[in-house]
């Protein structure tokens, strides 16, 4: 079975990583990920692990959904979908949105969150090694149930995906992502390794 490894420092709020939404839908049918990360926050650290699934459904359109677990009693589900405005042509970047709903449980703290992440990307030919560097702006609104009250969260998400250049590796890619926290998370940054069919 194919799979896609990640490491990565998370924020508190959980900001949702671009990783493989940023490679052109058509590049891979199908990905499955397993992601280890460490949750950091100004006093403490949270690893844990996430599992996730990728879908191309059409050279526009992509889905996504997984399940995160982490040690500090935090359990969630999430599900996405992708939308390509403009494809990656020439000088043209890739321009799309990914659409998210996470459910996640702190304790005994519900949380709903309804979120999207506008990307731009473009593809370049290092040395014959196809790169994808990206930007994105993951943002969402964190419903705290049985309460009142609603969180704005968001951060800026620089990275880069690459296809490792041996014959033997390729269909895996290396994922290398930082967030900068711009409202309610923390800084993150994101190592991964995939491998898809």
């Known amino acids: 079975m194919k799979f896609l490894i990640l490491f990565f420092i998370s924020s508190l709020a959980l900001s949702s ?3 493989m939404s940023s490679m052109p839908l058509t590049e891979y049918k199908n990905s499955f990920s397993t992601e280890i990360f460490t949750n950091i926050n100004e006093n403490y650290s949270d690893p844990g692990i996430q599992l ?3 879908y191309s459904a059409t050279k526009k359109i992509g889905f996504d959904g997984g399940l995160r677990i982490s040690k500090e009693d935090r359990i969630g589900l999430f599900v996405a979908g992708s939308y390509v405005f403009f494809k990656d042509y020439n000088n043209q970047p890739r321009l799309s949105l990914r659409g998210f709903f996470e459910r996640d449980r702190i304790n005994s703290l519900d949380l709903n969150s309804f979120g999207a992440s506008p990307t731009i990307s473009k593809g370049l030919n290092f040395f ?3 790169t994808y560097p990206y930007a994105a702006l993951p943002t969402k609104l964190v419903i705290i149930e049985n309460s009142d009250d609603l969180e704005f969260a968001s951060s800026l998400s620089l990275g880069v995906a690459t296809k490792i250049p041996f ?14 926290n711009l409202k309610n998370t923390s800084n993150n940054l994101s190592l991964g390794l995939s491998m898809n069919f």
């Open 17 to 19: 990583n671009v990783g």
């Open 52 to 54: 996730q699934y990728l």
């Open 128 to 130: 014959g090694v196809h």
């Open 167 to 180: 014959e033997q590796m390729k269909d895996f890619v290396a994922i290398v992502e930082g967030n900068i």
